[in-house]
C-alpha cells in the first residue's frame, strides 16, 4: 500500500470511528465499528510499537483533559459519572491514531497545528455534543472559546508528546548513560 494510500485510509478510519463513537451513545452496537477502525490502523496503516505507545500517551492525555473538563462543568454528559463515557475514551484513541499519520502535517511549524487546534477542536467537540447528546453547560460561546484556547495549545504539545523518545533502560544495570 503505498504512503499516499495509507494517508487516505488513517483519514477515513478516523472520520468513521469518529461517527460511530457519537452516535454510539444511543446505538452501543457502533462501537464495535470504532474498535474495527482502530484494529484495521493498528494492523494495516501501520504496524510499529512506536505507534502503540503514542496512542496511549494521547489517549491518556485527552483522558485526563477531558474528564478535567467534566469536572469543571464544561460538559454534561445523559448519565451522570464521575468518568468519560467509553465512546469518548475510544474517541482520544482514534485522534491518537491520525498524529503520525492523516495529521502529521500540522506538526510544523507548530502555529498550523495551533490554528487547526483552535478551530476543529471545538468544532469536532460541538458536533459531538449535537449528536451524542451532550450538554455545555456554560453555553455554546464560552464553550468554544475555551475549547478553542485548550486546544490551540494542545495540538502542538500532543505532537511533542508523540515524538518523545522513551527513556531507554538496559535490561540488567538500569539507565544507560
Not at 452501543?28 to 510499529?48: E, K, Q, R, S, Y
Not at 450538554?135 to 468554544?144: A, D, K, Q, V
Request: proline residues 5%; charged residues 10%.
Amino acid at each position: 500500500m503505498s504512503s499516499r494510500s495509507r494517508l487516505l485510509l488513517n483519514a477515513g478510519l478516523f472520520q468513521l470511528g469518529w461517527f460511530a463513537c457519537v452516535l454510539s451513545d444511543q446505538q452501543p452496537w457502533m462501537l464495535l465499528i470504532a474498535f474495527t477502525c482502530l484494529a484495521v490502523h493498528l494492523l494495516g496503516v501501520t504496524n510499529d510499537f512506536d505507534e502503540w505507545r503514542a496512542l496511549v500517551r494521547v489517549a491518556v492525555c485527552g483522558w485526563v483533559l477531558d474528564t478535567a473538563l467534566l469536572h469543571l462543568g464544561v460538559f454534561e454528559f445523559s448519565t451522570s459519572s464521575v468518568v468519560l463515557p467509553l465512546w469518548l475514551a475510544t474517541l482520544w484513541l482514534l485522534f491518537a491514531s491520525t498524529l503520525r499519520h492523516s495529521l502529521s502535517w500540522t506538526k510544523r511549524p507548530w502555529w498550523l497545528g495551533s490554528l487547526l487546534g483552535a478551530i476543529g477542536g471545538p468544532l469536532s467537540y460541538l458536533g459531538g455534543a449535537k449528536l451524542a447528546g451532550v450538554g455545555l453547560p456554560l453555553g455554546l460561546w464560552p464553550s468554544m472559546l475555551l475549547l478553542a484556547g485548550i486546544w490551540a495549545l494542545l495540538l502542538p504539545a500532543l505532537h511533542w508528546l508523540v515524538d518523545r523518545e522513551p527513556d531507554r533502560l538496559t535490561p540488567a544495570c538500569g539507565r544507560t548513560e
